[in-house]
């Protein structure tokens, strides 16, 4: 591929990196908020309550970590390629 698509691929991994990672922050906030009030519960059925929401997000958690790891390995892909693009196009001798 020519050095503008592989610019492009940065460009829109990267955008998609920055938004998993905003999501990734806001979710551990709940994660931490439930489990902080899952310790707090005095009643059971609270307690229950904020354990099955702090499960819930700890696994929407593990879903966009993996999906992040593999926008960083196309990220590292498309950056090697844009490298040796941009090293053909340049040809610094």
Known sequence: MGLTNEAAYLYVHSKELVTLTRKLKRLSKKAEKHAHRHQK????????????RHTKVSENIKDIVKRHNFVIKRLREHQVAFAHALG???KIE
């Open 41 to 52: 519960a005095e009643h059971p059925e609270d307690k229950q309550k904020h354990q099955k």
């Open 88 to 90: 053909k196009e340049t």
